[in-house]
């Protein structure tokens, strides 16, 4: 909601660049925490500029050494804006693939990356990225997982954990 006036004001490294924080705060101000990031998305494109010649690098660890890009958010670059095979990894995928048995209860987001990719054929990651985020956020809820409507049930390590006591509607 927030990009549109922000690219507008904003339209390229440059002009993002010889900008301050505070003249892009008040384009970002309904986000989270807009102090910190009117400073990164600054400091993005003065680096981007001075190290990568103004585009944005395909590589994951070159885009982590951007203000404000860690991991998850390199892998979500690498894999929608270049579509190469990241997978990252937020609260959704991790709760998902830990549920469903996808990992072997992994602690980490990055352990639930790597053990992820190990398994996941390359031209789907991309997919697969998506497709547990969304099973997280409509399905398989963090307090009350919606078993009775999910159609991987019968291959679910949670609910074969619960023993499918699960609360299931009639």
Same mark, same amino acid.
């Given at each position: 909601? #927030?990009?549109?006036?922000?690219?507008?004001?904003?339209?390229?490294?440059?002009?993002?660049?010889?900008?301050?924080? /505070?003249?892009?705060?008040?384009?970002?101000?309904? #986000?989270?925490?807009?102090?910190?990031?009117?400073?990164?998305?600054?400091?993005?494109?003065?680096?981007?500029?001075?190290?990568?010649?103004? /585009?944005?690098?395909?590589?994951?660890? /070159?885009?982590?050494?951007?203000?404000? #890009?860690?991991?998850?958010?390199?892998?979500?670059?690498?894999?929608?804006?270049?579509?190469?095979?990241?997978?990252?990894?937020?609260?959704?995928?991790?709760?998902?693939?830990?549920?469903?048995?996808?990992? $072997?209860?992994?602690?980490?987001?990055?352990?639930?990356?790597? /053990?992820?990719?190990?398994?996941?054929?390359?031209?789907?990651?991309?997919?697969?990225?998506?497709?547990?985020?969304?099973?997280?956020?409509?399905?398989?809820?963090?307090?009350?997982?919606?078993?009775?409507?999910?159609?991987?049930?019968?291959?679910?390590?949670?609910?074969?954990?619960? $023993?499918?006591?699960?609360?299931?509607?009639?």
């Amino acid at each position: 909601m #927030v990009t549109p006036k922000l690219f507008e004001a904003f339209p390229t490294p440059e002009v993002l660049a010889a900008a301050s924080p /505070e003249a892009v705060y008040p384009y970002i101000k309904s #986000v989270s925490y807009p102090n910190n990031k009117s400073k990164h998305l600054v400091g993005m494109a003065r680096k981007l500029l001075e190290e990568f010649n103004g /585009e944005v690098p395909s590589d994951i660890d /070159e885009l982590q050494k951007l203000p404000g #890009v860690g991991r998850k958010t390199a892998n979500v670059i690498a894999s929608v804006v270049f579509n190469k095979p990241a997978m990252a990894v937020d609260t959704h995928v991790f709760r998902v693939s830990n549920r469903l048995g996808l990992t $072997n209860n992994s602690k980490t987001p990055l352990q639930t990356e790597l /053990e992820l990719v190990k398994y996941i054929p390359d031209a789907l990651i991309p997919k697969a990225h998506h497709w547990l985020i969304l099973h997280g956020r409509y399905t398989c809820l963090a307090r009350k997982p919606k078993c009775e409507e999910c159609g991987l049930m019968q291959w679910c390590k949670y609910f074969q954990k619960t $023993n499918g006591k699960v609360e299931i509607k009639k």
